[in-house]
């Protein structure tokens, strides 16, 4: 991104927060948890997780879910804790695929840098990341036990997704203006991401297929989810070489999204 | 003069307009011809504007008024040619510009603020005005999808006038509405216009250019026609369009462009109309003092003239008042001078007003120069008098006495039958 367009974005900041505040309230008006909602999603999800695998899957722990300290993480805290970061970046990609044509009756009526639309989608993703993790912290805590000093890397890894998730959010508004039939077609990109992903598995279930191993390595949300349970809930180092691709990865991504994003958002105003 | 806060140059824009547009990969895929072709909405646009002018952009629809408006917005980006602006730019292109149905007032108000440029601080500031001139607090902490069609208004009102910008780029759809609004909106740009800032303002209304503009562009197919002093250009787009129109209203229409016809040899070269203070001014509050200033050159001999200024009303030229300097036992010395027609309290209702400015001899039989309604003035309200109807305040007294003081009712009838 050039510098010229950061130092826009950042004049632009009380808008962003703006925008995001309006994401974020928008989304809970008119129930009647209103922001609660947040913290009581999550809640309900590792309930649901909790049940189904244990009274139904009657699933057992898995190997890699064993913390330095030899405490066995429950696999539905396993499952959740990959489900949290996942849902950080499947909700600001797919949520901020329309971002632009969603805004098109703005687009037209005042001038602000384009880039702050999805940009406040993916940054409201990320506030609604903090209720998913406080839950999920105190989930640890109870089922699994004290967190150690290595989730100190977790700021990391945050900023790594959002980077990621930024990336893929520029490139696709922008295509979605012009080509509306991504919007429809991100929910089931997305949903073939998350099975490609190891959420649901550990890696280590893929250990004896090598050549579908090297597939999901490749994927760059696995040294993401990988690290991100790590430093949660394993009390483990993070991924670094997993971590240090999938860093590279949202630099080509944000390199080539800023490029399209800023050839083709001088027309968005007459397009959308 | 003063700093430029936008230049254009050499501004080119187009619209692709496509008979069937590719939305979907489908389309895309199928329709092998995009069928569209390019329509040039801007051709070429050079423009300066001053830091502190105002400036009117007029012209008949289609002329590219509302294209030029939108790039000084930068909400287009012109195809060729390059804009520079210097200054915070508040663009009033409609009203309620990024309201959110299921945000509350309170809440709009500052995300219309700052998509308006306005810093968080400053609309922390003004909250409570925009409350106030809305005149719905008790209304601000529920979303606006509740708000009645007139609430809305209000509010997106409210939010429009209290900006405080650094380039302001209004459209004057934003005047929409009744003719409140329209005064108070005028009103505003009238007081942002004194502090120094710099306005760009798309008007169909030409009387509004004419008073509150100093300068004004003429549009005309994408190109600039003509730029200028706002009376000028006004002026001759008026001709013009009167011109076309002429077989139809026999050239009598009443939004009249004015004239300049007389014999000579004394001459008007200029009419200002200025406030109490000697500034120039196109506008006022009913009870202000007002100063007609007419510059005169007369050549020495002609020892008998006399300057008469009339005033009319702009939407119907009805006749509101004349009065010449021979009444008041004047008769202008010759040579290059001035004459000052003062009027120390202005009794006009709001509205726009036009003046003729005429020399003629004594008897009033030759006239040597007149400026016939080429110079215009609007007045506001003066919010310290109650409202009243006409175009006139009148001071009054009313009494009310019960008919029991009065004479009987049945005197009158006597004496009648006498």
Known sequence: MTIAGVEELFRARELTANLVRRDLKVRHRGTFLGMLWSLTTPLLFVGLYWFIFTFIFQAGDIPEATRTDGTVVPFALYFFGGLVIWNLFATAVGGSTGSVIGSGYLLGKVYFPRAILPLSTVLSSVVTFGFELAVLVVATLVFAGLPGLHILWLPLIVVVVTLLAFGLA??????TVFLRDVAHFIGVFLQLWFWGTPIIYSLSLMAKRPGLLTLLKLNPMTGIVVSFRNVVLLNRPPDFKLLGYDFLVALVCLAVGTKLFGRWQRQFAEIV | MGDVAISCEGVWKSYRIYHQRAHTLKEKVLSRA?????FWALKGIDLEVETGT???????NGSGKSTLLKTLAMVLTPNKGSLTVRGRISPLLELGTGFHPELT??????????LLGQPKREVEKRYDGIVDFAGIESFMDIPVKNYSSGMYARLAFAVAISVDPEILIVDEVLAVGDEGFQMKCWERITELRAEGR?????????????????????LEKGTVRETGKAADVVADYLAEVHHETADQDGGAGAGSHGRRYGAGPAQITEVAVLDGDGGHTGTFRTSDPLIIRVTYDIPTGLADTICGIAVMRGE????????????????????SGTVEFRVPYLPLLRGHYVITAVLHDEAATKIYDCHERRHWFSVFDNPSLPIEGGMVHVATEWKASLSSDAPSSAAPAEQSAR
């Open chain 1, 170 to 175: 520029l490139i696709l508004s922008s295509v």
């Open chain 2, 54 to 60: 105002t400036i009117g952009i007029i012209g008949p």
């Open chain 2, 105 to 114: 007032g309170k809440e709009n108000v500052f995300l219309a603020g700052s």
């Open chain 2, 198 to 218: 710099t306005i760009v303002l798309v008007s169909h209304s030409l009387p509004t250019v004419r008073t509150l503009c100093s300068k004004a562009v003429w």
């Open chain 2, 316 to 335: 119907n030229l009805a006749y509101v008042f004349g009065q010449n300097s021979g009444q008041a036992g004047l008769t202008l010395p010759p040579g």
């Open chain 2, 34 to 38: 995009h069928r569209y072709e390019d």
